[in-house]
């Protein structure tokens, strides 16, 4: 079974900085993918970035990007030049090509002006 | 359609009484999620479907939750016999999936807000 850990419940930045949110997981698989997601106070749930896990390249969308470490199982999103639509409940999810994901707890991060 | 879409978005109902929530995933998407949502909290997988194949329902909590996909498209979420911890936000998301195999991103719908009183 695999297991996501976000082990930060709630974090906050100022605007305009960058933060880093974290992400462990414990699989057996060696074919898998990791995901970002946010979710707004509006609630839904949007992508922000994926990984594959046969990628050594790390991931970046515009402001955000990953920092994948395949042998310690970490896969942390940066975000940079923080905005206060950032504002959200970010989610760390893994899946397999069997379908199943498994998500973190998430991690509530404010933007703060 | 453009998105996923969930009906209703909100349901207030009495302990005890039957409910059924909808998703309508984006059209071509073979796989189909149903996830529980407590407010503030992470998701809880309830159920997957994959094309025809058997759904995956490891993650209903009880025999009083059932889902169905008709046609590999809509899907119904019941739960009977509603009890106040069935209070949450139910997340319905769909992906595709390549020929060649590959997890595709999941699109969510907006969700359905249940309330048991």
């Known amino acids: 079974a695999q297991t996501v850990t976000q082990s930060q419940p709630e974090m906050s930045v100022q605007e305009a900085e960058t933060v880093t949110l974290s992400c462990t997981y414990d699989t057996s698989e060696n074919n898998y993918y990791l995901f970002w997601y946010k979710q707004p106070p509006s609630r839904q749930m949007i992508l922000v970035i994926r990984?594959?896990?046969?990628?050594?390249q790390n991931a970046t969308e515009n402001r955000f990007s990953v920092n994948f470490q395949k042998a310690a199982k970490s896969f942390s999103l940066k975000i940079s030049d923080s905005q206060l639509g950032d504002t959200a409940m970010y989610f760390c999810?893994?899946?397999?090509?069997?379908?199943?994901?498994?998500f973190g707890d998430g991690t509530t991060l404010t933007v703060k002006p | 359609g453009a998105g996923v879409s969930q009906s209703p978005s909100n349901k207030v109902t009495e302990k005890g009484k039957d409910v059924e929530l909808r998703c309508d995933p984006i059209s071509g998407h073979t796989a189909l999620y149903w996830y529980r949502q407590s407010l503030g909290q992470g998701l809880e997988f309830l159920i997957y479907?994959?094309?025809?194949?058997?759904?995956?329902k490891s993650g209903l909590p009880s025999d009083r939750f059932s889902a169905e996909r008709t046609g590999g498209s809509v899907s119904t979420l019941t739960i009977q016999r509603t009890q106040q911890e069935d209070s949450a936000v139910y997340l319905c998301?769909?992906?595709?999936?390549?020929?060649?195999?590959?997890?595709?991103?999941?699109?969510f719908g907006p969700g359905t807000r249940l309330l048991v009183l």
């Open positions: 998301a769909s992906s595709a999936q390549l020929a060649g195999g590959g997890k595709q991103t999941q699109y």
């Open positions: 999810a893994f899946g397999t090509n069997a379908g199943k994901s498994t």
């Open positions: 479907f994959q094309g025809n194949s058997a759904p995956d």
């Open positions: 990984q594959e896990a046969y990628k050594q």
